[in-house]
């Protein structure tokens, strides 16, 4: 065990819930570490159910492009907890995270804190404490009560699509997790507003109406669309972008790559130009978002001429994008190796796969205590429409898989499991 590891590890035992959504033990414990969240960038803060990590990561390509120095934190990470804290584009290092957090646990003094909140406040003080142009802030659940919703004047927020998701702690209908994730909406502050359901968009322009934020909504002030060359058309008023396709597949990719566009052109103080912002979009590295995996011991332990596609899905939304992208590719036997969390629809997930799937292995994600059960999910997918076998780990899954000769694996369920995944084929 490294010596990062080990403080992780310590800093799980803080609170006896991996998530408990409050905003009083982080102000308490930013408050006494002198309020780095107060000394940062500008920031943008963005929130939603589906592709606030791909919006995310599209805009800081593009003002990377455009030359600027950017801060991001973003979660849950895939491989190292470090890939949660960017400091001006460069993952932060193992010695300067182990301070920081060490740090944060003397002033916090063993008083209940989360996992999560501890560890954004030490991505405040890397922030506070190194210079840059911008931050960009990804909320971890929710919003209104996220740790991240503790920025006082954001310079931009964003709002992705919202829909089900985190029902224990969010609710149970889209209007309720409409109403925590518009919570970082601030006022007079603009916020960019990508397609929602209509409970939800209600509920988004009460909050924007309460607070006098302007708000800049998908096919109502501004249109994303494929070209006729094969690339994108962005259109706001008068003004038109011709621009690339995202390296990233999907049509939910291309409302992700709007969403961005759009906040790049109204990120007061930045000039974003064109040019940089078609950078971005070819220049987009977002793991586990239909990822191809070509090698490793995963492909090895397949057929060679196996397709093997890695994805992050975990939610009904994410299902019915994922679903629409594979069926989007020439079509071929496929089959599915899934794990899901305990806290996720996974019926709900893999319904929309169902017609397209021939058969698969489900298995309980590795180190993971919130995990289905291989059983479980194999009960879920079987209400989904799937026969998925169950199977004690990912290389027992891959043999079995290996013998049915797919055209096709997809590698899905969970950023989780796909974490493992790529740790695994390294």
Same mark, same amino acid.
């Given at each position: 065990?490294?010596?990062?590891?080990?403080?992780?590890?310590?800093?799980?035992?803080?609170?006896?819930?991996?998530?408990?959504?409050?905003?009083?033990?982080?102000?308490?414990?930013?408050?006494?570490?002198?309020?780095?969240?107060?000394?940062?960038?500008?920031?943008?803060?963005?929130?939603?159910?589906?592709?606030?990590?791909?919006?995310?990561?599209?805009?800081?390509?593009?003002?990377?492009?455009?030359?600027?120095?950017?801060?991001?934190?973003?979660?849950?990470?895939?491989?190292?907890?470090?890939?949660?804290?960017?400091?001006?584009?460069?993952?932060?290092?193992?010695?300067?995270?182990?301070?920081?957090?060490?740090?944060?646990?003397?002033?916090?003094?063993?008083?209940?804190?989360?996992?999560?909140?501890?560890?954004?406040?030490?991505?405040?003080?890397?922030?506070?404490?190194?210079?840059?142009?911008?931050?960009?802030?990804?909320?971890?659940?929710?919003?209104?009560?996220?740790?991240?919703?503790?920025?006082?004047?954001?310079?931009?927020?964003?709002?992705?699509?919202?829909?089900?998701?985190?029902?224990?702690?969010?609710?149970?209908?889209?209007?309720?997790?409409?109403?925590?994730?518009?919570?970082?909406?601030?006022?007079?502050?603009?916020?960019?507003?990508?397609?929602?359901?209509?409970?939800?968009?209600?509920?988004?322009?009460?909050?924007?109406?309460?607070?006098?934020?302007?708000?800049?909504?998908?096919?109502?002030?501004?249109?994303?669309?494929?070209?006729?060359?094969?690339?994108?058309?962005?259109?706001?008023?008068?003004?038109?972008?011709?621009?690339?396709?995202?390296?990233?597949?999907?049509?939910?990719?291309?409302?992700?790559?709007?969403?961005?566009?759009?906040?790049?052109?109204?990120? %007061?103080?930045?000039?974003? @130009?064109?040019? $940089?912002? &078609?950078? !971005?979009?070819?220049?987009?590295?977002? =793991? *586990? +978002?239909?990822?191809?995996?070509?090698?490793?011991?995963?492909?090895?332990?397949?057929?060679?001429?196996?397709?093997?596609?890695?994805?992050?899905?975990?939610?009904?939304?994410?299902?019915?994008?994922?679903?629409?992208?594979?069926?989007?590719?020439?079509?071929?036997?496929?089959?599915?190796?899934?794990?899901?969390?305990?806290?996720?629809?996974?019926?709900?997930?893999?319904?929309?796969?169902?017609?397209?799937?021939?058969?698969?292995?489900?298995?309980?994600?590795?180190?993971?205590?919130?995990?289905?059960?291989?059983?479980?999910?194999?009960?879920?997918?079987?209400?989904?429409?799937? %026969?998925?076998?169950?199977? @004690?780990?990912? $290389?027992? &899954?891959? !043999?079995?898989?290996?013998?049915?000769? =797919? *055209? +096709?694996?997809?590698?899905?369920?969970?950023?989780?499991?796909?974490?493992?995944?790529?740790?695994?084929?390294?």
């Amino acid at each position: 065990m490294t010596a990062l590891d080990a403080i992780l590890q310590r800093l799980m035992a803080l609170h006896p819930k991996a998530i408990d959504l409050s905003l009083d033990r982080i102000r308490r414990l930013l408050a006494e570490l002198g309020d780095p969240h107060l000394a940062l960038p500008p920031v943008f803060h963005v929130a939603g159910s589906k592709g606030k990590g791909s919006t995310t990561a599209f805009l800081r390509a593009m003002a990377e492009a455009a030359g600027y120095r950017v801060h991001a934190y973003t979660s849950p990470h895939l491989v190292r907890f470090n890939e949660r804290i960017r400091l001006a584009g460069q993952l932060i290092d193992d010695a300067r995270l182990i301070a920081l957090l060490e740090r944060c646990e003397r002033v916090n003094a063993g008083r209940p804190i989360t996992f999560f909140e501890i560890t954004t406040a030490a991505a405040y003080l890397a922030f506070a404490e190194t210079p840059a142009d911008l931050v960009l802030l990804e909320t971890g659940l929710g919003g209104i009560a996220d740790t991240t919703n503790v920025i006082p004047h954001p310079r931009l927020t964003a709002l992705t699509p919202i829909g089900i998701d985190h029902v224990g702690f969010l609710g149970d209908t889209v209007a309720k997790i409409a109403v925590s994730k518009a919570g970082i909406i601030k006022p007079g502050i603009p916020c960019i507003v990508g397609p929602q359901p209509d409970d939800a968009m209600a509920v988004i322009m009460a909050k924007a109406a309460a607070c006098s934020a302007p708000l800049l909504c998908q096919d109502r002030d501004w249109s994303i669309q494929p070209g006729k060359d094969g690339g994108l058309l962005w259109r706001e008023g008068e003004s038109v972008l011709h621009l690339p396709a995202p390296s990233l597949l999907g049509a939910h990719q291309i409302v992700n790559a709007g969403i961005a566009v759009t906040c790049a052109r109204h990120l %007061a103080g930045f000039e974003i @130009p064109p040019a $940089a912002i &078609a950078a !971005g979009l070819r220049g987009i590295d977002w =793991p *586990a +978002r239909m990822q191809r995996l070509t090698q490793g011991p995963i492909a090895a332990a397949l057929p060679k001429h196996t397709e093997i596609w890695l994805d992050g899905a975990h939610n009904a939304m994410a299902g019915e994008a994922l679903a629409a992208t594979l069926a989007s590719l020439p079509q071929k036997n496929t089959w599915l190796l899934a794990g899901v969390l305990n806290t996720k629809d996974a019926a709900g997930l893999l319904r929309p796969l169902a017609p397209l799937i021939a058969g698969g292995c489900s298995i309980a994600i590795p180190g993971e205590a919130n995990s289905l059960s291989a059983g479980d999910l194999a009960q879920a997918a079987a209400q989904a429409g799937i %026969a998925l076998d169950p199977q @004690p780990d990912i $290389a027992t &899954a891959i !043999g079995h898989l290996a013998k049915q000769q =797919p *055209a +096709r694996l997809l590698i899905t369920g969970s950023l989780y499991l796909a974490g493992k995944i790529l740790t695994d084929n390294k």
